[in-house]
């Protein structure tokens, strides 16, 4: 049984980071999203939101039973190393995103040889989607359907409303 983390801030979930996922979970068994309990930033939605919406998608798509959700606090190569997971899935959507995204990879490498990252790269069309600027569309009352699911969306207007 192959697992992987897919570990990032999903503040909240995009149909970037799904695409992501749906392609990961055509190379391994298991995927962990890890949401990162990161004091230095200040999320729009609380750790519980977050997974409850990602928890929502995963039903939605019928993936529930092939990604778990977890939030941690600390080095992500512990978290690896404690789950037994050798694989880290990133994704790259653009060479602005490569410099950090390596940085950090050899860095992680540097600390656990045994976990490695596994680099994917979305479809076109979500290149440049990231969740800040949905939220930035969302709050000044642009239409995110093509961005995020229906839950997502209904969450976001809740918000920001
Ligand atoms: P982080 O704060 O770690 O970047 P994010 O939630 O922004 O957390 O992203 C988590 C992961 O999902 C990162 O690897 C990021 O590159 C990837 N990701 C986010 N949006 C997209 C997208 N539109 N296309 C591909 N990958 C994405």
Same mark, same amino acid.
């Given at each position: 049984m192959s697992?992987?983390?897919?570990?990032?801030?999903?503040?909240?979930?995009?149909?970037?980071?799904?695409?992501?996922?749906?392609?990961?979970?055509?190379l391994f068994d298991k995927i962990i999203i890890t949401i990162a309990i990161n004091p230095s930033k200040q999320p729009l939605f609380s750790m519980d939101e977050r997974v409850d919406l990602i928890h929502k998608v995963l039903l939605e798509r019928n993936i529930d039973k092939n990604v778990?959700?977890?939030?941690?606090?600390?080095?992500?190569?512990n978290f690896a190393l404690k789950k037994n997971v050798h694989a880290i899935i990133r994704g790259l959507r653009a060479v602005s995103d490569f410099e950090y995204e390596l940085? %950090?990879?050899? %860095?992680?490498?540097?600390?656990?040889?045994?976990v490695n990252t596994v680099? %994917? %790269?979305?479809?076109?069309?979500?290149?440049?989607?990231?969740?800040?600027?949905?939220?930035?569309v969302s709050k000044l009352g642009g239409d995110v359907s093509n961005f995020v699911?229906?839950?997502?969306?209904?969450?976001?207007?809740n918000k920001l409303s």
């Amino acid at each position: 049984m192959s697992t992987a983390l897919y570990p990032g801030t999903f503040d909240p979930i995009t149909f970037g980071h799904l695409d992501i996922l749906e392609r990961a979970l055509k190379l391994f068994d298991k995927i962990i999203i890890t949401i990162a309990i990161n004091p230095s930033k200040q999320p729009l939605f609380s750790m519980d939101e977050r997974v409850d919406l990602i928890h929502k998608v995963l039903l939605e798509r019928n993936i529930d039973k092939n990604v778990t959700v977890e939030g941690f606090e600390g080095l992500l190569v512990n978290f690896a190393l404690k789950k037994n997971v050798h694989a880290i899935i990133r994704g790259l959507r653009a060479v602005s995103d490569f410099e950090y995204e390596l940085q %950090m990879a050899l %860095m992680n490498r540097r600390l656990a040889d045994k976990v490695n990252t596994v680099f %994917m %790269m979305p479809h076109e069309k979500y290149t440049y989607l990231n969740s800040t600027i949905v939220k930035e569309v969302s709050k000044l009352g642009g239409d995110v359907s093509n961005f995020v699911p229906d839950v997502v969306k209904q969450a976001l207007e809740n918000k920001l409303s």
